[in-house]
């Protein structure tokens, strides 16, 4: 029953206190037996993910909203009637443990009202999702505003967008090709029982069969794997780095992508990576430790860079730009209740910004690959259409036939060969004479 409360007000401090998962979780964590984390986890990030269909549900069975000090018992009805509809726990364990959670959270007068709803939603399981099944909001469980900026953007192919934006997230691993072969390493990881496949197009990924402990993994505690999705490898591939380059990686934090351009390039001549937040900025240090890698770590503002840079101008800029984030929905499934409609015109503000500080610390001849992991025109082709236009010394460098200058850009959406949400735009500083 403690599961069960720790996940009501995991739930509450996302919704209604705009906490993000990612912070909520592991201090909530720590309140378990370690054997229960699991299951405390499947039921937060499960809850979360199916949250508008699961409201829904709940006004068809609740007569009066729960307020005030007892808004974290909604959220315990909203983790039961999610355990019943989408989980293999036992009906009656659901039921039990859930009703004997009320006392946790000083709700006990409310116990017969929540053993009823969940009673009532297991007796009319099929009539209450058919009734969810009938609005897309509630059937696939976006708030409208979003789910109408992704038609928007994903035109014909929204269904399997948002689809995708509800499944368990794959397990891809990023292959230290520094240090190993991707086929050496697929077969140590063959010999251990661990099955994977290997990525069509990018050269250094390995999808798992089954997520796993990365303690498990061969040579992980040494850097020869890492764990990074197949759509943001492809950051370090299209960048393209070349010895003796200097490079910025900007916005550079958790690191990965940083790590992976050092291991595509051992011999550049200087790695910058700025972020704006010093404790993501510490990760950054964490994982290329980890790996044996080095570069320049700067605490900065990369829409101010003179604030933090003096040196020459750059080879090559990563521009990873701050996002919504809607392409990695199944990763964060908090993402569509933390995001707001007006978001999303203040994240295009600020990644102008960033492009036109950042091109002027790219060199003439040099280039700028700008990135997010987000699936909204608003922040990707609109971004560098516009960008191209009031930039006369930008060359747009096409990735592939459907990357024009009318359409700039590649847009990988989430679900696409099992990978993330992803845009990439490659731009090339013209020389002048």
């Keep these: 029953m403690k599961i069960r409360a720790t996940a ?4 509450y401090q996302v919704v209604e206190q705009g906490q993000s998962l990612s912070a909520a979780l592991p201090t909530a964590q720590q309140q378990v037996a370690a054997k229960d984390r699991a299951l405390l986890q499947e039921i937060c990030y499960g809850t979360l993910r199916w949250l508008n269909r699961l409201e829904f549900i709940a006004d068809q069975l609740i007569d009066r909203q729960l307020k ?4 974290p018992l909604h959220y315990l009805i909203l983790a ?28 006990n007068s409310f116990r017969g009202m929540i053993n009823g709803v969940l009673r009532n939603a297991q007796r009319q399981q099929e009539t209450l999702l058919q009734a969810a099944d009938k609005n ?14 992704i038609k928007q953007s994903c035109q014909y192919g929204y269904v399997s967008v948002l689809q995708a934006g509800n499944e368990y997230p794959p397990m891809w691993l990023r292959i230290n090709l520094s240090k190993t072969s991707r086929d050496d390493y697929q077969k140590q990881l063959a010999e251990l029982g661990i099955q994977s496949t290997p990525h069509g197009s990018c050269a250094s990924a390995l999808l798992l069969e089954k997520a796993c402990d990365v303690s498990l993994l061969p040579g992980f505690a040494d850097g020869l794997s890492s764990v990074q999705d197949a759509a943001a490898q492809h950051a370090a591939w299209l960048l393209d780095p070349q010895p003796e380059d200097i490079i910025l990686d900007a916005c550079a934090a958790p690191g990965g992508k940083t ?13 910058v990576a700025v972020d704006s937040d010093a404790t993501r900025l510490s990760r950054v240090a964490e994982n290329l430790t980890r ?4 570069a320049t770590l700067i605490h900065g503002d990369a829409s101010k860079p003179d604030t933090w840079w003096q040196g020459p101008q750059f080879d090559r800029i990563l521009l990873d730009a701050p996002c919504s984030a809607t392409g990695v929905i199944r990763r964060h499934p908090d993402i569509k209740w933390l995001r707001r409609a007006e978001d999303i015109a203040e994240l295009a503000e600020l990644q102008k910004q960033i492009l036109d500080a950042m091109w002027l610390q790219l060199k003439p001849g040099g280039t700028l690959l700008y990135a997010t992991c987000s699936i909204l025109t608003d922040e990707n082709r609109q971004q560098i259409k516009t960008f191209l ?34 845009f990439y735009a490659k731009l090339a500083k013209q020389v002048t004479a």
């Design 291 to 294: 790996i044996q890698l080095d």
């Design 136 to 149: 897309e909001p509630t059937r696939f469980s976006y708030p409208r505003w979003l789910l109408k900026k």
């Design 389 to 422: 236009e009031r930039t006369p010394d930008a060359i747009h460098i096409p990735l592939n036939v459907q990357d024009t200058p009318e359409q700039p850009g590649w847009q990988i959406f989430p679900g696409e060969q099992n990978m993330d949400g992803f």
């Design 259 to 271: 790590a992976h351009i050092l291991e595509r390039q051992p011999h550049l001549k200087q790695l």
């Design 8 to 11: 009501a007000n995991v739930i």
């Design 80 to 107: 039961g009637l999610y355990q019943l509809f989408y989980t293999r726990v036992p009906a009656h364990a659901v039921l039990a443990e859930t009703v004997n959670a009320v006392g946790l959270l000083n709700g």
């Design 68 to 71: 005030g000090k007892h808004r």
